[in-house]
């Protein structure tokens, strides 16, 4: 499992340029069962993804095929982690 950060970059002013893109591109990765939560990293410092079943290589590509990464709207961090303990309501992500 991955959290994916896209914190703004000094080009944050261009983001409306790019959303519909970045929107696309984010429902893409809904679509494909690999994005399960996607939301702000408040206040305004861009937005922060959870990701499964995937690997790092294949998740590095396409973040990068954002177009706010490709961009340089916002940088991105993926940080993985290994679930090891979850709530009731979360069990599937264990798996």
């Known amino acids: 499992m991955f959290i994916v950060l896209l914190k703004f970059s000094a080009n944050k002013s261009q983001a409306p340029q790019f959303m519909d893109g970045h929107k696309a591109w984010l429902k893409r990765g809904f679509d494909d069962g690999v994005f399960l939560l996607a939301g702000s990293l408040e206040p305004g410092q861009g937005g922060g993804i959870l990701a499964h079943h995937t690997s ?40």
Do not use: T
């Open 56 to 95: 790092l290589a294949d998740l590095q590509r396409r973040v990068n095929d954002d177009p706010f990464v490709a961009k340089d709207v916002v940088k991105a961090e993926i940080i993985e982690l290994d679930p090891g303990k979850a709530d009731a309501r979360l069990q599937f992500l264990l798996g």
